[in-house]
């Protein structure tokens, strides 16, 4: 068998059985698998946060790398699909995280021929499938099939206008938002900038946490690429009342 590298994130939890029964799956089907847990806290159902995290890390792992993403899996009932990205591959339910996780509209995925597929009756069974199919390349055991179209949060900008969304919000309460730096700096062009999020008006982008006094309100760009809005150690999240999908508005002035 040949070995491989498996990314688990999932909304699974750790209190329960369920991530330890889709390892256990896997492994029977090859034991030389090397998984490794990004994480199964996402909260439940929350595709655009999984998506979040699987898109920061992707770029850090070696080619041939599976990422299997399942949020939400068993409530839609959603196909299993594989994508390619680059040259690693993302196994998800066809539930839009595809398009999320590459931030761009895909199509099209792979899922096992429905033969295969349905003499599999276990929905972790059908996952652990698919990841033998793409380690031993039995891609004649794949069909291409359509994808639900894509869905992804981007900001909203206009003339002198940027309104984000909070997409995750990490342990710390960091509020993570979808503006990525690239589209941050190509707007700016150089004028001066407020962010206005809750009752907290923010005019520079730090680098660190201890360039601001303790409590006090920072906006910077973290490891994943996108604006974070934080307090210095304390949780924003929860003392602001912040919550995903909540939004908040970068003016630009020219003056």
């Not at 898109?55 to 068993?74: G, K, M, S």
């Not at 993302?90 to 429905?114: C, H, W, Y």
């Not at 390349?137 to 291409?144: A, T």
């Not at 342990?171 to 004028?191: A, L, T, V």
Request: net charge negative; with cysteine.
């Amino acid at each position: 068998m040949l070995m491989g590298i498996i990314t688990l994130t999932t909304d699974l939890g750790n209190q329960d059985f369920y991530a330890g029964l889709l390892k256990g799956k896997l492994l029977s089907q090859n034991r030389q698998l090397n998984i490794i847990d990004i994480t199964h806290q996402i909260n439940p159902y929350d595709i655009p946060s999984a998506a979040f995290q699987v898109r920061t890390i992707i770029d850090e792992f070696p080619e041939n790398t599976i990422h299997i993403a399942l949020v939400n899996a068993f409530e839609q009932n959603a196909v299993i699909v594989a994508v390619q990205f680059h040259d690693q591959w993302i196994i998800v339910p066809d539930n839009r995280m595809a398009s999320m996780i590459m931030q761009t509209n895909i199509q099209e995925g792979f899922t096992l021929k429905p033969e295969i597929m349905d003499a599999i009756p276990n929905y972790f069974g059908k996952i652990s499938m698919m990841v033998d199919v793409i380690t031993q390349k039995k891609f004649e055991n794949l069909i291409k099939i359509p994808l639900k179209p894509a869905q992804w949060f981007y900001p909203s900008i206009s003339e002198n206008t940027m309104k984000g969304l909070i997409i995750h919000i990490d342990r710390f309460g960091n509020c993570i938002s979808n503006i990525h730096k690239n589209d941050f700096y190509n707007e700016i062009k150089g004028r001066r900038f407020e962010i206005r999020f809750r009752n907290i008006k923010i005019h520079k982008i730090h680098k660190e946490y201890y360039e601001v006094d303790k409590g006090d309100a920072l906006a910077y760009f973290g490891l994943s690429g996108f604006m974070e809005l934080a307090l210095r150690e304390a949780n924003a999240g929860s003392l602001l009342g912040v919550k995903t999908y909540d939004q908040f508005t970068i003016e630009f002035y020219n003056d």
